[in-house]
Structure formats: C-alpha cells, structure tokens
C-alpha cells in the first residue's frame, strides 16, 4: 500500500483534483518496506495518512510518477 503525497481525506478529494488539474501528485511509500511505489503503472492507496485511520482505498494509475486516474 502507499499515499498520495497530499493528504487527501476522501477519495472523493482525490477524484476531484484529477479533474480539476489533471494529477493528484506524486506517490510514496513509508516505512522500511524496501519498495518504491512505481512511477508507472497501478498502484493501491489508502488514505487519509497515518495516525489518522484509514478511511478510503482505491487503485490508481500512474504514469510519470503522477496520478492519472482512480478506480
């Protein structure tokens, strides 16, 4: 799992700055897991950031290291 880089609190938020700007930012993943979030491809999110619990998933795709799209 990883983050988008802005604390969205819904994924209605996240939708949102899609169509507003055309990305919703960059991807990351914390902690010492070891991987890098690609910067192509799909990827799963979970948001909003810990400590807050999670309240939304969603599988994205990303293409340049940006957010494109959320299923």
Known sequence: MA????NYPTKRAL?????????????????????TPPTDGEVTLEG???PEPHRWYAV?????GRIVKVK
């Open 3 to 6: 983050y988008a880089m802005t």
């Open 60 to 64: 994205a795709t990303v293409r340049a």
């Open 15 to 35: 939708r949102d700055a899609i169509a507003r700007d055309g990305d919703a930012g960059g991807v990351f993943q914390p902690g010492p897991f070891g991987k």
């Open 48 to 50: 909003p950031h810990y």
